[in-house]
């Protein structure tokens, strides 16, 4: 990528789009849980354990900060050229303290890992054999970041913070082309998250299917009301309007790929905890204490998410042929 220097007047700023994201959240909100779910989908289908996923994505991003802390740039193809890739050395003291998983809960699913070959211990180095596992190359996360920053950048149009809105396709040329460097930020943002929500909800199940009673409820709030409105206000639609549809055990386990069983478990703590309602239907809708849960939780998330956007941004305004 040939690169013009980016005038200092003309870079996007933070606290810009944070505030076209709240502002647009009506619009922007139901995308964004969308995709993370989907996300969530992903990981729990690679391993049918989250924890295990989240400490291998977190020993992918200490090789993508040595990229960094290099100067070290790789494409996407540079990346994913070898079938492995090479580690730092790690302990389990240090993935339990990262991640707040319990010592003999990381040392087993770590464990669980080198037998199944996906972490290998090869001449003195650590690699990760990426050929054993599933959704190793994050092709459909870069395509959903990559639609969901293209409606950012329209509604930033709107809001007069970018000239002209940037079209997925090259958003997507921009993440393939920065790979090490924007998944590293894309990680940044992704793994506390799993960790903030984990506090809240005790395991990552049981956030990843009270998360997709979010998602559900995020669409079909967009489409009851099409008027923009803002993160407080939408979120507030949520549970007060009537029409609001939920979902039963049976469909959040298809979405999610976590077996009924499990999903009926774990609905049950979160109805005893008034984190869902059920109707005589049986489907699940969230309650009002849901604001007070996750509203500052999800701040944190935003905020992580304008500064990633951010970044992306002004990479495509160094790039000399937009």
Same mark, same amino acid.
């Given at each position: 990528?040939?690169?013009?220097?980016?005038?200092?007047?003309?870079?996007?700023?933070?606290?810009?789009?944070?505030?076209?994201?709240?502002?647009?959240?009506?619009?922007?909100?139901?995308?964004?849980?969308?995709?993370?779910?989907?996300?969530?989908?992903?990981?729990?289908?690679?391993?049918?354990?989250?924890?295990?996923?989240?400490?291998?994505?977190?020993?992918?991003?200490?090789?993508?900060?040595?990229?960094?802390?290099?100067?070290?740039?790789?494409?996407?193809?540079?990346?994913?050229?070898?079938?492995?890739?090479?580690?730092?050395?790690?302990?389990?003291?240090?993935?339990?303290?990262?991640?707040?998983?319990?010592?003999?809960?990381? $040392?087993?699913?770590?464990?669980?890992?080198?037998?199944?070959?996906?972490?290998?211990?090869?001449?003195?180095?650590?690699?990760?054999?990426? %050929?054993?596992?599933?959704?190793?190359?994050?092709?459909?996360?870069?395509? $959903?970041?990559?639609?969901?920053?293209?409606?950012?950048?329209?509604?930033?149009?709107?809001?007069?913070?970018?000239?002209?809105?940037?079209?997925?396709?090259?958003?997507?040329?921009?993440?393939?082309?920065?790979?090490?460097?924007?998944?590293?930020?894309?990680?940044?943002?992704?793994?506390?998250?799993?960790?903030?929500?984990?506090?809240?909800?005790?395991?990552?199940?049981?956030?990843?299917?009270?998360?997709?009673?979010?998602?559900?409820?995020?669409?079909?709030?967009?489409?009851?009301?099409?008027?923009?409105?803002?993160?407080? %206000?939408?979120?507030?639609?949520?549970?007060?309007?009537?029409?609001?549809?939920?979902?039963?055990?049976?469909?959040?386990?298809?979405?999610?790929?976590?077996?009924?069983?499990?999903?009926?478990?774990?609905?049950?703590?979160?109805?005893?905890?008034?984190?869902?309602?059920?109707?005589?239907?049986?489907?699940?809708?969230?309650?009002? %204490?849901?604001?007070?849960?996750?509203?500052?939780?999800?701040?944190?998330?935003?905020?992580?998410?304008?500064?990633? %956007?951010?970044?992306?941004?002004?990479?495509?305004?160094?790039?000399?042929?937009?």
């Amino acid at each position: 990528m040939t690169i013009n220097n980016l005038e200092i007047s003309k870079q996007i700023y933070k606290e810009e789009i944070l505030n076209v994201l709240d502002k647009k959240y009506s619009t922007l909100g139901p995308m964004w849980v969308s995709q993370q779910m989907e996300w969530q989908n992903t990981i729990y289908e690679s391993f049918k354990d989250h924890d295990k996923y989240l400490i291998l994505i977190f020993l992918i991003k200490k090789a993508l900060d040595f990229y960094s802390r290099n100067f070290i740039k790789l494409s996407y193809e540079e990346f994913y050229s070898k079938k492995t890739i090479e580690i730092e050395k790690f302990n389990i003291v240090e993935v339990s303290k990262a991640l707040k998983i319990p010592k003999e809960s990381a $040392r087993r699913k770590i464990l669980e890992l080198e037998n199944e070959h996906v972490i290998n211990k090869i001449n003195n180095k650590i690699v990760i054999d990426r %050929s054993k596992f599933s959704y190793s190359k994050p092709e459909k996360s870069i395509k $959903r970041m990559s639609r969901f920053l293209a409606m950012l950048s329209e509604m930033c149009e709107k809001e007069n913070v970018l000239l002209k809105n940037i079209p997925s396709e090259k958003i997507e040329i921009i993440i393939k082309e920065n790979f090490s460097y924007i998944w590293k930020i894309y990680y940044e943002m992704q793994i506390p998250m799993m960790i903030n929500y984990k506090k809240i909800f005790k395991d990552l199940e049981t956030f990843h299917i009270f998360g997709t009673c979010t998602v559900n409820q995020h669409l079909h709030a967009r489409k009851i009301s099409l008027d923009y409105m803002n993160r407080e %206000s939408f979120i507030k639609s949520l549970y007060t309007n009537p029409k609001m549809q939920g979902l039963n055990a049976m469909s959040i386990s298809d979405i999610t790929g976590i077996p009924r069983a499990t999903v009926i478990r774990k609905l049950k703590k979160l109805v005893a905890r008034k984190n869902l309602t059920i109707d005589d239907k049986k489907h699940y809708r969230l309650t009002g %204490s849901f604001t007070k849960i996750l509203l500052p939780l999800q701040e944190i998330v935003i905020v992580k998410l304008a500064s990633f %956007s951010t970044q992306v941004f002004n990479l495509h305004l160094l790039n000399k042929n937009n």
